[in-house]
């Protein structure tokens, strides 16, 4: 089982941009299916994106397209996500995850971070 641990969170204003990490332990990162989710105060977790275990294929919740950018190195067991033009409404304590593929990990199945937290002023 992949151990995941998140970084890279804090406080920036409204259109500003931040990048969080999850460093993963383990020989196999690279044939795990990575992805972010974040969870706002009083509401559930959401699914914010996606990245096959190569890297070649990604997917994105519609409220992110265009600002947040996944990617990952399989080199340094490391997943990122580039969070650009940044919203009060991203504010959230941000999750990756692992799992066997990247349908697995949109549905929530998988292993988990402790989360980061990311709060936009306005």
């Known amino acids: 089982q992949v151990q995941l641990v998140e970084s890279g969170g804090g406080l920036v204003q409204a259109g500003g941009s931040l990048r969080l990490s999850c460093a993963a332990s383990?020989?196999?990162?690279?044939?795990?299916?990575m992805g972010w989710f974040r969870q706002a105060p009083g509401k559930e977790r959401e699914f914010v994106a996606v990245?096959?275990?190569?890297?070649?294929?990604?997917d994105y919740a519609d409220s992110v397209k265009g600002r947040f950018t996944i990617s990952r190195d399989n080199a340094k067991n490391t997943m990122y996500l580039q969070m650009k033009s940044l919203k009060p409404e991203d504010t959230a304590v941000y999750y990756c995850?692992?799992?066997?593929?990247?349908?697995?990990?949109?549905?929530?199945?998988?292993?988990w971070g402790q989360g980061t937290q990311v709060t936009v002023s306005s």
């Open positions: 995850a692992a799992g066997i593929s990247s349908r697995a990990v949109a549905g929530g199945e998988g292993s």
């Open positions: 383990g020989r196999t990162f690279r044939s795990y299916a």
């Open positions: 990245i096959s275990w190569s890297g070649g294929s990604t």
